[in-house]
């Protein structure tokens, strides 16, 4: 048991050169690729960090720009539906103007269609009421004047109440 835990000289010394020897094949052939890969990694890595904060960055920015778009957007939808209810009140509006005065001429001419045809049934009441009274004073004429003393008289009365004179 003793030998196991004394290590003979030679031992030591092969271990040692062996150790060494593989160490240097390592250092020279294994350690450089991988500390290169480990490298190439970890800048493979900052690259996509950077890469990513950039993404993030742009996408700040497009969605600033997003809002600024929908705002104006919105605005602009305000405005035209702010213009388009003051062209519908506008044409509302007229159109009840326009159909005010257009009644207001329908009751004009209508007023003056009742005024002629109110003077035209006067006329008419007139010309019916002087051919009645004519027809009556013809009739009574005629009874009176049958007599040539009454003819005599209402002669005389006539040129009594002429201006004649």
Same mark, same amino acid.
């Given at each position: 048991m003793e030998q196991l835990l004394s290590p003979a000289f030679g031992t030591v010394f092969w271990a040692t050169i062996a150790f060494l020897s593989v160490l240097y094949l390592l250092r020279r052939m294994a350690w450089g690729p991988i500390l290169q890969a480990l490298s190439d990694r970890e800048e493979s890595i900052e690259k996509a960090l950077r890469e990513a904060d950039k993404a993030r960055e742009e996408m700040a920015n497009l969605h600033a720009?997003? +809002? #600024?778009?929908?705002? $104006? /957007? &919105?605005? @602009? &939808?305000? *405005?035209?539906? @702010? $213009?388009? &209810?003051?062209?519908?009140? @506008?044409?509302?509006?007229? /159109?009840?103007?326009? /159909? @005010?005065?257009? !009644?207001?001429?329908?009751?004009?001419?209508?007023? $003056? /269609?009742? #005024?002629? $045809? &109110?003077?035209? !049934?006067? *006329?008419?009441?007139? *010309? +019916?009421?002087?051919?009645?009274s004519i027809d009556i004073a013809e009739r009574l004429l005629r009874e009176e004047l049958t007599d040539s003393g009454k003819q005599k008289t209402l002669v005389d009365k006539l040129i009594e109440e002429s201006t004649l004179k």
């Open positions: 720009d997003n +809002e #600024q778009l929908l705002s $104006e /957007a &919105r605005l @602009k &939808r305000d *405005a035209m539906l @702010k $213009e388009s &209810r003051e062209m519908a009140d @506008k044409v509302v509006s007229d /159109a009840k103007t326009k /159909a @005010k005065e257009e !009644a207001s001429k329908e009751v004009e001419i209508a007023l $003056e /269609a009742i #005024q002629i $045809e &109110r003077k035209a !049934a006067i *006329a008419e009441l007139k *010309a +019916e009421v002087a051919k009645l």
